[in-house]
C-alpha cells in the first residue's frame, strides 16, 4: 500500500541553524500539508499546498517558514533561523482532494530537536 | 470557523469492556469528521471518517462512531477493547469553502487498556 514518507526521522540542530526536512507524498495526490505537534500537546496544522502553491496556512507558519515543491515527487518544509520552541514532532501529509471530502494520509513524522 | 473538543482527556478501560470516546465539534458548515489514532513513536493512522454519506461509520479494528448533527457530537466506540488499542487517539474536523483548507485537531485522548 503506498504511504508517505518523511526524512529524516529525527534531526538535531542549532538555535538559528536552517533545517529542511523532507517528505515525498503518495504519487498520485494533489494536496499537501505540514502539521507539527509539540511534545505533549495536540496536533497543529501549519500550511496547506495545492497546484504549487499556499492554499491556506496558520498562524504559526510566519515568515521563518516556507514550503517547496521542487520536483514531481517531493515536499519540502524550510524553517530559516531554527527556535528552542520550533521543536516538535513535523508531520507531512497528503490527499488526492481537498481535506474536506478526503482522507488525509500522514507520514511517520520528523522529530526536530533545536538545541 | 471550526473547532473540535475532545471531552476526555483520558480514558481507562478493562480488556474486553466498551470503549467510548467523545468528540464535540463546532462548524458553521458541514463539516467533515475524522478519527485518528497514534500510537506511541509512530505516526497518524485513519480510523473512520464522515464525509456527509452514513451517519453511522465503520473503521478499522471495530471501531465506529456515529455522527448526531443535532448533539454535534461524533463519539468513538468499540464494542470490545483490546490491549493493543492503547494509543492516543484525535478527532479530526474538516471545513472548507474550496478544496483548499485544514483540518482542525481536537486535544487528544489517551487510552489506556487494562489487562
Known amino acids: 500500500e503506498p504511504e508517505v514518507t518523511q526524512t529524516p526521522s529525527h534531526q538535531v540542530t542549532q538555535m538559528g541553524q536552517e533545517v529542511i526536512l523532507r517528505c515525498v507524498p503518495i504519487?498520485?495526490?494533489?494536496?499537501f500539508y505540514w502539521y507539527r505537534q509539540i511534545l505533549g500537546q495536540k496536533v497543529e496544522f501549519l500550511v496547506s499546498?495545492?497546484?504549487?502553491?499556499?492554499?491556506?496556512k496558520s498562524e504559526i507558519f510566519d515568515d521563518q517558514f516556507s514550503v517547496e515543491r521542487p520536483d514531481g515527487s517531493n515536499f519540502t518544509l524550510k524553517i530559516r533561523s531554527t527556535k528552542l520552541e520550533d521543536s516538535a514532532m513535523y508531520f507531512c501529509a497528503s490527499s488526492i482532494e481537498g481535506p474536506h471530502t478526503d482522507t488525509q494520509y500522514f507520514g511517520p513524522g520528523t522529530r526536530l530537536t533545536v538545541l | 470557523a471550526q473547532s473540535v473538543t475532545q471531552l476526555d482527556s483520558h480514558v481507562s478501560v478493562s480488556e474486553g469492556t466498551p470503549v467510548l470516546l467523545r468528540c464535540n465539534y463546532s462548524?458553521?458548515?458541514?463539516?467533515?469528521l475524522f478519527w485518528y489514532v497514534q500510537h506511541p513513536n509512530k505516526g497518524l493512522q485513519l480510523l473512520l471518517k464522515y464525509t456527509s454519506a452514513a451517519t453511522l461509520v465503520k473503521g478499522i479494528n471495530g471501531f465506529e462512531a456515529e455522527f448526531k448533527k443535532s448533539e454535534t457530537s461524533f463519539h468513538l466506540t468499540k464494542p470490545s477493547a483490546h490491549m493493543s488499542d492503547a494509543a492516543e487517539y484525535f478527532c479530526v474536523v474538516s471545513i472548507t469553502l474550496t478544496n483548499a483548507g485544514k483540518s482542525t485537531f481536537g486535544d487528544g485522548t489517551t487510552l489506556t487498556v487494562k489487562p
Open positions: 499546498f495545492y497546484n504549487n502553491e499556499i492554499s491556506e
Open positions: 462548524s458553521s458548515y458541514s463539516p467533515s
Open positions: 504519487s498520485n495526490h494533489l494536496y
